[in-house]
């Protein structure tokens, strides 16, 4: 006569030990996910700062040039930046826009002396400085990354 000792089995595994081995890779995939989110933030940061370097090496050749920066009308982001003083070079292609132009924008502000280039971050940094940005995002989130002419 046969046990009843494994009536519940299913290849040697119990149905108490497969819903813990599934709830221990649920719990790990749930956290896989939120460290996939920082990662994702994060990258997104980076791309915004490598950004705001493109624009100020293209802000610096357009100045050395033509002896002013841009005005601040002159710099559309998703646009390029052509000089229109003695040379009409084409200093950046492509402005590069904020990675998430629905919620985000990059910001630049100019008075032909000096310049203000602006972006926000999802990962907020510790200590930042913002003065002259005012806000940078379609809704009403703060800039927490400031590029100034040197």
């Known amino acids: 006569m046969q046990s009843n000792k ?6 040697g595994f119990t149905l108490i030990e497969l819903l813990v081995v599934i709830s221990i890779m649920g719990i790990l995939l749930a956290l896989s996910t939120f460290g ?28 050395a040039d033509c002896g002013t920066y841009p005005a601040t009308s002159e710099l559309t982001f998703g646009g390029s930046l052509t000089g229109d003083c003695p040379t009409s070079n084409t200093y ?9 132009p629905a919620t985000a924008k990059y910001s630049y502000t100019s008075d032909g002396v000096t310049y203000t280039l602006c972006s926000t971050l999802e990962q907020r940094p510790s200590s ?3 003065t002259g940005c005012g806000s940078c995002a379609v809704t009403t989130a703060t800039c927490y990354y400031k590029a100034i002419n040197p």
Do not use: C, W
């Not at 950046?92 to 998430?100: A, E, L, R």
């Open 6 to 11: 494994h009536k519940f089995s299913l290849d």
């Open 36 to 63: 996939m989110q920082n990662a994702r933030q994060s990258s997104r940061d980076g791309k915004r700062k490598a950004d705001m370097e493109q624009i100020r090496s293209g802000l610096e050749m357009y100045r």
């Open 92 to 100: 950046i292609n492509f402005v590069p826009q904020d990675p998430t």
């Open 128 to 130: 930042y400085d913002n």
